[in-house]
């Protein structure tokens, strides 16, 4: 851990000289202090300092880590439901696409080769849909197969218990609160009840024939316009899910950073301007007793240079006190 370091030596004889050196000793090791502070940017740095703010700090700093930890979750948390959500929109198009395809199919003024057309393209975009859910990873692990489920740690409480948030993506999660019961599936090649709508089969749309129109017939295209309604309902329903966890971890995202920021101040107080005017006045402390350290040597010559340095670095503390101070006093008035 960091300490203060300040001069050792002593003087045994020459009592002026002794007190000088006293004072000098003392102005040194507020220095010291206020370096180790000033360099380290925290009042607490060691248990010496504050022995019951030391225990407060390490625990608002463990706190930290933890809450850092949490914050990363949740930005995974929001990446996870961002790009399923990005996916779901994609699919909502293509739906949607089918749709008016299907619409377009109901009109009596188009023949058959026509209907026909429409459905192998509408196939062709199911096939597309089929591409995003394959495609949907985060992880290595696939969103939108309906088999996704995963808990975030978005916290800890009092007792260093873990707060989670639950995303759950499965075709089963009654959270969807679609309509209907056989659960979510957007498998658009595999499913036969594609987006939790019985009895739509995307891949049907490939089998429609001149001689079949199937889906596409007049007695079944109701059926299919409102089934694809229901589906875009539905797809609809599951992005709204994942707007609500988006939401509820982004505020989790503010509190968390709050509570960093708030730790963080706590954890390193920078020097207000009383506390650099103190250093200041130790440095001038020290410069002072440097001139008067100089003055209690005896004048020998042997003594002569050793005055000339006391005289150079007390110039040199006058120097550093005034640059030192400008720039320091001009970073407290600039934040």
Known sequence: MPSSISNGARIRTNTPAENAYNALDAANRAIALHQLRLSTGKRINSAQDDVAGYITSRALKARNGALQAALNAVGDASSVTNIAQDGLDNIS????????????????????????????SAYRLAQQIQTIVDSTVFGGRQLLKGTFSA??????????????????????????????????????????????????????LNSVS?????????????????????????ISKVA??????????RTSNHRQRDGIDFGREKLTRAFPTNSLCGQLASKSAFAQNVDWFAIALPPTQKDCHRLQVCNDVAQLCRQIIVLDGSHQLLNLAQK
């Open 93 to 120: 198009n293509l739906v949607q696409q089918i749709k008016d395809a299907a619409s377009t199919a109901s009109s009596g003024a188009l023949g058959t080769d026509e209907k026909v057309a429409l459905a192998k």
């Open 151 to 204: 808990e975030f740690v978005i916290g800890t409480g009092a007792t260093n218990n873990l707060l989670t948030l639950s995303v759950d993506l499965t075709t089963g999660n009654a959270d969807f609160d679609i309509s209907g019961s056989v659960g979510f599936d957007i498998n658009a090649t595999s499913a036969t009840n594609f987006a939790g709508v019985s009895g739509l089969n995307l891949q049907s």
């Open 210 to 234: 001149s001689s079949n129109l199937g889906i596409f017939s007049a007695t079944n295209i109701q059926t299919t316009l409102t089934s694809l309604a229901t589906a875009l309902n539905n």
């Open 240 to 249: 709204s899910y994942l707007g609500g966890l988006t939401s509820c971890k």
